[in-house]
């Protein structure tokens, strides 16, 4: 279908992350990093660091969203 709709919070961090960081322009990347930081001030500091890392593994596969 096409669409990735996070489950949660903790899915949006990571999803919205690893939009920033393969966005086409710094636009872009600034409006999903916005979302991110939305998003991370409703799930616990440690989630958003193990977001951060999910992300960061594979920034390109947009359907890994948790471990």
Do not use: W, Y
């Not at 960081?21 to 409703?42: F, G, L, Q, Y």
């Not at 616990?44 to 390109?60: F, Y």
Request: charged letters at 25%; hydrophobic letters at 45%; a negative charge.
């Amino acid at each position: 279908s096409g669409s990735i709709i996070p489950r949660n919070d903790f899915e949006a961090v990571v999803l919205a992350l690893k939009l920033a960081m393969t966005a086409p322009n710094d636009e872009a990347s600034r409006k999903c990093v916005a979302i991110a930081k939305e998003a991370a001030r409703r799930i616990h500091p440690e989630d958003v660091s193990l977001a951060q890392k999910i992300a960061a593994q594979n920034p390109e596969d947009l359907t890994v969203l948790s471990e």
